[in-house]
């Protein structure tokens, strides 16, 4: 906690929350880039369906890896040290992948950018922690993460901007650059001060994991979680462009338009759920309520997606985008169910189903949707209505499975 001695908050907002936020909007412009390039790619080395959700999906495995051994490095280590050095692994990532002539070139490529990303919230949150006084975090989280809202506005219009002046390729090098930059920002301008080791290791980690996913609560809430922001991840970071193309019949540079409202609606929805939890509930409406409502509106969303519904495209991508982050709330309402020092084992834990639902929905739709064969170089109606129809049934199950959960809270 700083003291009198050290840097003001003023002062600490350049040199912590600016650099850390610089790696989270990096984070997420990497997660939602190729819902642009996908196309670009997949005419240059000749992929189907399967192989671009492959690509593509690869970053959320390896980010889901790194999630439970993260905690260990960040509390050994700083977030200053972990972050700026995975970060390299994350350049180095983009810079194969922009040299890349094979699908598994490809998937190495992006694998490594999942991995060296995967720090880029948790490592944020925790320095706001170490630097911060408890009544100025919550402002200083909700500026790392609008930070990952401009990223994912970021890689919609402008990149498609960029691509008539270069393409996929020089698209991905200039990103490599760009997080190399922010790599050497990060080092450069944080304060080194990361807390002594403490006396759990790996081992007392993975039991308080075990404790965590043993509990029949948390697999009360965590299915839908896991399903609804692994399935919004997942289209929003890939095939929201395609389906635009497919079934608005829009032309690229409007579904980066598409795009752009979506995530806009995004970073929107991320900053009405936070404002609003606490009222909400002074009204008698508890939060996982609230997340499961939200949820299902999404769902909603999601159907009329796969129904080939375009009478507004834009609309139905603003609702879509916006309804995708009312799952967020769960992060609050798990770690209310356990003890406080294992809040953030709670918050990793649940990133891990995430990220990993997230990996399978999107290479699980694209392997879906190349089950058909393109007429004029689009999937017909029928691919999109099994790819995301799918996602959305078992998301409407696991909040059917859910509904005991936010009963027990109502009483």
Not at 186 to 197: F, G, K, N, T
Not at 228 to 240: D, H, K, N, R
Request: with cysteine.
């Amino acid at each position: 906690m700083p003291s009198s001695a050290q840097p003001t908050v003023s002062a600490m907002l350049g040199r912590v929350v600016l650099p850390f936020a610089a790696g989270y909007f990096l984070s997420y412009l990497y997660r939602t880039v190729n819902a642009v390039l996908a196309p670009e790619i997949g005419r240059a080395i000749h992929l189907d369906g399967g192989d671009i959700g492959l690509m593509t999906g690869i970053y959320f495995m390896t980010f889901a890896a790194a999630q439970l051994p993260l905690g260990i490095l960040l509390d050994r280590f700083g977030p200053r040290r972990v972050e700026s050095i995975l970060l390299c692994f994350a350049a180095a990532g983009a810079f194969a992948f922009s040299l890349a002539e094979s699908v598994p070139a490809l998937v190495v490529g992006r694998a490594l950018v999942g991995f060296g990303v995967s720090s880029c919230l948790m490592a944020a949150l925790k320095a706001n922690v170490q630097f911060f006084p408890p009544p100025r975090i919550p402002l200083m989280n909700g500026i790392i993460l609008g930070a990952g809202g401009l990223g994912a506005i970021a890689a919609t219009a402008p990149v498609q901007a960029a691509l008539h002046m270069t393409d996929w390729r020089g698209v991905y090098a200039g990103v490599a650059i760009l997080t190399l930059g922010a790599s050497t920002f990060l080092w450069a301008a944080v304060p080194d001060r990361h807390p002594p080791p403490g006396a759990g290791g790996l081992r007392a980690q993975i039991a308080e994991v075990a404790e965590i996913y043993r509990d029949a609560g948390f697999w009360r809430v965590a299915p839908a979680t896991m399903l609804s922001m692994g399935s919004f991840m997942s289209i929003q970071g890939l095939w929201a462009g395609p389906w635009l193309r497919d079934a608005a019949g829009f032309t690229p540079d409007q579904s980066a338009t598409g795009l752009t409202v979506m995530a806009a609606a995004m970073a929107l929805g991320y900053l009405s759920v936070g404002a609003m939890a606490e009222k909400l509930e002074k009204l008698g409406i508890p939060p996982i309520t609230q997340g499961a409502v939200g949820m299902g509106l999404h769902v909603l969303a999601l159907g009329a997606m796969a129904a080939g519904w375009s009478a507004a495209p834009l609309a139905l991508a603003a609702f879509y985008g916006l309804t995708g982050t009312a799952c967020s709330i769960n992060y609050a309402v798990l770690t209310r169910r356990f003890p406080l020092r294992l809040a953030g084992r709670v918050n990793t834990s649940l990133n891990l189903t995430i990220f990993v639902a997230a990996f399978i929905i999107q290479w699980g739709l694209g392997a879906l949707i190349g089950l058909w064969d393109k007429v004029d170089g689009h999937w017909p109606p029928v691919a999109w209505a099994v790819g995301l129809g799918v996602p959305a049934v078992l998301t409407l199950l696991a909040l059917i499975w859910q509904i005991p959960a936010c009963r027990a809270e109502s009483h």
